[in-house]
């Protein structure tokens, strides 16, 4: 009985192939429409990440302030420093760890041959690099064996690398910082900047190596990367310098502390909310052409009318009438959902990328927004077409099913 019915079902959409060809293709233009704009949402929030890619996922930054307020016998607006001795304190009273850098930094002139520019300078621990997820496109970070030994060697930024060397090796090559020469061991990839922190403008040497440019007994910030709980790693952080600097653990402005995990988790929450924008558009624009497949199939079932009657007077029951109605719009909105995938696949290829981060910055390509469609975006737009192909059918499949027999059989 199945088989016979989505026969018939089959037959029904060859009898009228102009009337059916227009509502799939109706249903085809709403589904390629939710897969691009979800594919969008998808590439955007790519392009979004790649410029926070600097600042890894577990890392927490403590940077050093002033006191908003008294403690103990500490007035308020006191000035915190933050020195080589809270490395250890870190070290020994925050869990989780698995590195920590400390990080002191000087605007310095960089020179080499007759070329010169002021960037950033910065002393770290070799680990530094890791922790900021520095790609090294030639040589390497210098080595944990540098941290300690007044090694003179630097790593530098892209940008820094193309104006003072202009296209020329600069690897093995000595620059000099502030009149000092150090040789460049290793030359930082490119990557998409979100502040002030240019990495691809910016120098970095040992830690030890860098007391030949500053003090470096007070520090700029201390980075560390953790595991686990980042609520946790924070608390105790406030926990163990409110300490040792005897400020109030609930001062903010006492040091400034950077958590990387929650603004990214902010930044998520921000995201998911643009897809799910997009995704409920792509709905509505989809039930356009669901509307216009309910529409199809009510003329349907008003033009089969008697049809439907001598199946019933036969022995049909409402069920298998509904099935055979309901069949008809499925396989509507299936073949109309794989042409629909067909065209989004051949737009996102024809259109390529969408001009985000290279606006703002040059080589900035990875972070413009491609249009992704990956396993995620297939499945909910499948769910979509679903839900909507059901909804559109099921509601004349239902009129027929509950037509009297009788007065199908009179109907003229």
């Not at 890791?130 to 003179?152: L, N, P």
């Not at 061991?185 to 922190?197: L, R, S």
């Not at 897809?275 to 709905?283: E, H, N, P, T």
């Not at 052409?289 to 008003?302: A, H, K, P, Y």
């Amino acid at each position: 009985m199945i088989l016979d019915l989505a026969t018939q079902a089959y037959n029904a959409l060859r009898h009228n192939r102009r009337r059916s060809l227009l509502t799939m293709l109706g249903m085809a233009w709403g589904i390629a429409t939710v897969v691009l704009l979800l594919a969008y949402g998808t590439g955007f929030e790519r392009g979004i990440w790649s410029a926070f890619r600097s600042f890894g996922t577990n890392l927490v930054f403590i940077f050093p302030g002033r006191t908003e307020l008294q403690a103990g016998g500490t007035k308020a607006g006191a000035e915190i420093r933050l020195t080589v001795n809270d490395l250890d304190y870190i070290r020994a009273e925050v869990p989780l760890l698995k590195r920590v850098s400390p990080e002191t930094s000087k605007n310095c002139v960089v020179a080499y041959g007759t070329r010169s520019a002021t960037y950033g300078v910065s002393g770290v621990y070799a680990g530094y690099g890791h922790m900021r997820k520095m790609d090294v496109a030639e040589g390497s970070f210098f080595s944990e064996a540098d941290d300690f030994t007044h090694t003179r060697v630097a790593v530098i930024g892209s940008e820094a690398k193309k104006k003072l060397f202009s296209g020329q090796n600069a690897l093995g090559e000595n620059i000099r910082l502030d009149g000092i020469s150090y040789q460049i061991v290793g030359i930082i990839k490119h990557q998409i900047q979100n502040g002030d922190d240019n990495i691809n403008e910016h120098v970095y040497v040992p830690y030890s190596a860098m007391s030949d440019l500053t003090n470096t007994y007070y520090l700029n910030a201390i980075v560390m990367e953790y595991e686990g709980d980042h609520a946790k790693i924070v608390e105790a952080v406030r926990e163990s310098m409110a300490f040792h600097h005897n400020f109030d653990p609930k001062d903010q402005r006492a040091i400034f502390v950077f958590d990387v995990f929650a603004d990214l988790l902010d930044l998520q929450v921000i995201t998911t909310g643009i897809r799910i924008l997009l995704g409920f558009i792509g709905l509505l624009t989809l039930g356009i052409g669901g509307v216009g497949l309910m529409n199809i199939m009510l003329v349907s079932v008003t033009q089969r009318t008697r049809e439907i009657g001598v199946e019933k007077a036969l022995g049909a029951r409402r069920w298998h009438i509904l099935f055979q109605f309901l069949a008809e719009a499925l396989v509507i909105t299936a073949l109309g959902g794989l042409l629909g995938v067909m065209l989004a696949y051949l737009i996102s290829w024809s259109v390529g990328s969408l001009t985000l981060w290279s606006a703002f910055e040059e080589n900035a390509s990875e972070g413009d927004i491609h249009l992704y469609i990956d396993s995620a975006t297939l499945l909910w737009s499948t769910a979509i077409l679903s839900f909507v192909g059901i909804v559109s059918g099921m509601l004349p499949a239902i009129k027929a099913a509950r037509l009297d027999p009788i007065e199908a059989l009179r109907y003229e």
